[in-house]
């Protein structure tokens, strides 16, 4: 009897889809992914490593972020290839709460072992991310700015300076655009203890995706702070892949490290991300300082000129520079809300004057409400108040109140400072090595920095005496902090120091010992009659050593000082200080000093230093002369 053929034809079927070759996975399964994966070496390419922040250590690899959150293998952190691995196995995971599935949390790695491994629109699952979606589509990014708000005299946390990147999308205005931040969670405001928390990694770094408009009304009007906005040469594909990275890092944690592990370091990885030929994160020295950011991206060649923002309060100050004092009395009045915007017409000004006077006391206004000194209701009654008198005044000229750009950031020195040099004390020769780590002393040049404020850390210098043949700590540093903030009719700060090291001091009998201090104080700060900075602070002195009864000695002082930048090569510094030991030593100390920094090149410059020093009837003169290189 013949077997039909449809029974034949049948049994074939069977046995081919039961057979071990059609049992085997589809293309598109986390096995053959995997494998294929392995074989392309997917997990020692560059693009997985910036992705995972990856940075090479003696025994392997190992992610700069902390956060276990960001990994999917418990490996993760020091071992790309399980990662790797764990992550294409995540993407085929079973549907979980909208936007905590792989897919949504990791839509830079997505997008890049789609186009790596070939994997297709129909080869995963269908996974909603609403929020991101909707997020992608606000954004609508079509290009990157990279922003640098200056320094912030006043915070220990801000004064070197910071750097955001911008999202900007097809409308003209900036404001409405979105910016990625990453900054520590750091809310001390004493600078021992700021210094000591980010020096050694006590702090968690978050990046934040957040309105532009935000960050411009922080830094512009609440923090005093200019802004500078560089573009950077990236084609719109590139700018994507920086948003989904950005996306990936949101709710993240890392250690932060100030000098190293800081928002400018973070932010590199960021424009890798975009574009992974850069290497910038390679180019990193020890050290890391925001304006390395825009110094490794302008070396790249992706860094298109600088755009400078002025802050609200240096629009204050240039629009007070233009009336006298009384005219700033009455702006200030009506801003306060202490006076009628009709006075200004009555108070004998001229047209020009009025409109001074009522476009300051608008900008007043504006930093008041910005500081929460007004409710919103308040603020709305006053600010129209003053622009219905202001309107009636006309227009007036469209750069009247232009602040002219300063030097922008990359134009400053260097954060290390190697200095060589010598001097004579007490009529004994000496020379003299001083290392400065980081990062801007009161003398340094300006150009690029915030005048008026200092702040250093390990500081070092050592000196050698050729006629005893001797070498001798003359001082170490650990933190030396010094804020003078000018005040005005509108601003009104306080002046602050704090330093802790070792210095070599003359002791009451007359001979020099080497002791353990720290300084503090607080006072007041106001511009000079040419354009500097004048001060003068209360302070304590806490000093340690074996020269000490009970080896301690503490004592109030004063001290007086001007800042003065005499030509764009020649700055001034003028110093008296007083402290009177009262525990531990009957030491009365008086010292005057004259110093002057000569700025050869943008990296080089010539410090001379001259002092006098009575120390209970002993006197004390040296002079120092040093040449010092920034790098």
Wanted: hydrophobic share 40%.
């Amino acid at each position: 009897m013949a077997i039909p053929r449809s029974a034949v034809f049948a049994t074939l079927w069977l046995l081919l889809l039961f057979s071990p070759a059609a049992a085997a996975a589809p293309p598109s399964q986390p096995d053959l992914l995997t494998a294929r994966a392995r074989s392309m070496g997917l997990a020692a390419e560059r693009n997985w490593h910036i992705l995972l922040h990856y940075k090479k250590t003696s025994g392997g690899f190992k992610s700069r972020i902390s956060d276990p959150n960001f990994f999917l293998s418990p490996e993760g952190r020091e071992n790309p290839e399980a990662e790797l691995e764990a992550t294409i196995a995540g993407f085929f995971q079973p549907r979980s709460v909208d936007g905590e599935h792989p897919i949504c949390r990791f839509p830079a790695r997505l997008e890049w072992l789609k186009e790596r491994l070939g994997i297709g629109p129909g080869d995963l699952q269908e996974v909603a991310c609403p929020a991101q979606k909707e997020l992608l589509q606000t954004v609508d990014a079509r290009s990157a700015v990279l922003v640098f708000p200056v320094g912030h005299i006043n915070s220990p946390a801000s004064m070197f300076g910071h750097t955001l990147l911008r999202f900007d999308g097809p409308t003209k205005s900036n404001l409405i655009s979105f910016a990625v931040n990453y900054a520590a969670d750091a809310n001390d405001s004493n600078g021992l203890l700021y210094a000591y928390k980010g020096l050694f990694g006590k702090y968690k770094g978050y990046y934040s995706l957040m309105p532009y408009y935000l960050k411009v009304k922080e830094y512009g009007d609440m923090e005093h702070r200019d802004m500078w906005e560089y573009r950077l040469r990236l084609s719109q594909a590139e700018v994507e892949r920086m948003l989904l990275h950005t996306l990936e890092l949101e709710r993240i944690s890392s250690d932060y490290f100030f000098l190293d592990e800081n928002c400018a370091f973070n932010l590199l990885f960021l424009i890798e991300a975009a574009r992974p030929t850069l290497h910038l994160t390679d180019q990193t020295g020890l050290l890391v300082h925001p304006t390395d950011t825009i110094e490794l991206t302008k070396q790249s060649g992706i860094l298109e000129e600088g755009v400078y923002r002025p802050s609200q309060g240096a629009r204050i100050v240039k629009m007070a520079s233009l009336l006298d004092g009384e005219r700033q009395k009455a702006a200030l009045k009506l801003g306060q809300g202490e006076s009628d915007p009709a006075a200004a017409a009555n108070a004998g000004a001229s047209v020009e004057e009025q409109r001074g006077i009522l476009d300051l006391a608008a900008e007043v206004a504006q930093l008041r409400y910005a500081r929460k000194e007004l409710e919103k209701d308040e603020y709305n009654k006053l600010y129209l108040k003053i622009l219905a008198q202001r309107s009636r005044l006309g227009k007036g000229e469209d750069d009247a109140y232009a602040v002219a750009p300063p030097p922008p950031p990359d134009a400053g020195h260097r954060t290390t400072k190697l200095g060589v040099g010598g001097g004579i004390r007490r009529d004994e020769w000496f020379g003299e090595v001083r290392l400065q780590p980081e990062f801007h002393d009161m003398l340094d040049p300006d150009q690029g920095y915030i005048r008026g404020a200092q702040i250093k850390f390990l500081e070092t210098a050592l000196r050698y005496a050729p006629e005893h043949d001797r070498f001798w700590l003359k001082s170490m540093h650990l933190v030396d902090i010094f804020s003078t903030a000018p005040r005005d009719r509108f601003f009104t700060p306080l002046s602050w120091k704090v330093a802790a090291g070792w210095d070599t001091e003359a002791m009451k009998e007359g001979r020099d010992s080497l002791i353990f201090r720290v300084n503090t104080g607080g006072g007041f700060a106001a511009r000079s009659p040419f354009g500097g900075i004048v001060h003068a602070l209360g302070e304590v002195d806490l000093n340690a050593g074996r020269r000490f009864a009970g080896n301690v000695a503490a004592g109030p002082g004063v001290s007086l000082g001007a800042l003065e930048q005499l030509t764009a090569w020649w700055k001034l510094q003028l110093r008296g200080e007083g402290f009177y030991y009262l525990l531990g030593d009957d030491r009365l100390a008086l010292k005057g000093t004259v110093a002057q920094n000569f700025r050869l090149g943008q990296n080089e410059s010539l410090g001379l230093e001259l002092s006098y020093q009575e120390v209970q009837g002993h006197p004390v003169r040296e002079a120092t002369m040093l040449w010092n290189r920034y790098f």
